[in-house]
């Protein structure tokens, strides 16, 4: 406990957290702590996060592969499922390589993927200008690119067969399983960061239909999906010219799906 915030005995904080439902209470307890200015800004923490607003909102950001991302109300919090994501990405990617992030929301993957490689071109869209904003931050180091607008729509004709990644963390909750969520993503997060349609897998038809269009040959695309998506995500990418296969983490509860447009660099 530090003495600005003294007045705050550490052990109530954290039973008012566990109290609350709070799993990691004393982990969060530390960070609210931490994060907090004064007596009276922690106590208005301590308030938001026991009444259920996420622990990244009020904090300001979250923790991704090492990486503390900028995020903030109504942002999609980056998950760490996701880090899985970025670690088959990074095998595809040298210094220099093009690559594209899609729906890139907070910027998380983008940052993560710049991080491990070094110098990439690194373009970015979503359609949310909340995301944008806090992409257009948590890329800046990475010289990243941010634009606003839907998918490929948004990016520059120049890139056109340049890209030699594409990388998609595209909403894939069907809309039917969006109450099902944990309350914090169900009542903070923007929808559209989370519905994917009928079968959660109406972004992931676009973003595949068009990957030929922008990568070069034997440039890859690659999504998260869940488990029960695999077999139709996979025919998805085959339909569109894609050479496909998947890869999983049982540790991080992951899957991606690897698109390769056929030939050679």
Known sequence: ????????????????LRNA??????????LLVSAAHTPAELSKMITKRAAGEPLEYIVGWALFY????????????????TEFLVQQAAFFTAERSVVVDLCCGSGAVGAALAALIGKIELHATDIDP??????????????????????????????KERVNLIVANAPYVP??????????????ETRMALDGGEDGLAVH??????????LVPGGRL???????????????????????YV??????????????????Y
Request: hydrophobic fraction near 40%; glycine fraction near 8%.
């Open 1 to 16: 406990m530090t003495s600005r915030n003294a007045s705050f005995p550490f052990g109530k904080i954290t039973s008012k």
């Open 21 to 30: 439902g709070c799993v990691f209470a004393e982990e969060e307890a530390r």
């Open 66 to 81: 090492g990486l503390k991302i900028e995020v903030g109300p109504n942002i999609f919090v980056p998950r760490r499922r």
């Open 130 to 159: 909340v995301a944008v904003h806090y992409a257009r931050r948590n890329l800046s180091s990475a010289k990243g690119i941010v634009y606003k607008g839907d998918l490929y729509n948004a990016l520059p004709y120049s890139l």
């Open 175 to 188: 809309t039917g399983q969006l109450d099902r969520l944990p309350a914090e993503a169900r009542l903070h």
């Open 205 to 214: 038809r676009r973003v595949a239909s068009g990957a030929c269009g922008w």
């Open 222 to 244: 690659l999504v998260e999906v869940s488990e029960k998506q695999i077999a139709q995500t996979v025919e998805i990418f085959k339909s569109c010219g894609l050479e496909t």
């Open 247 to 264: 890869v999983s983490s049982e540790d991080l509860d992951a899957t991606v799906v690897i698109g390769i447009r056929p030939g050679k």
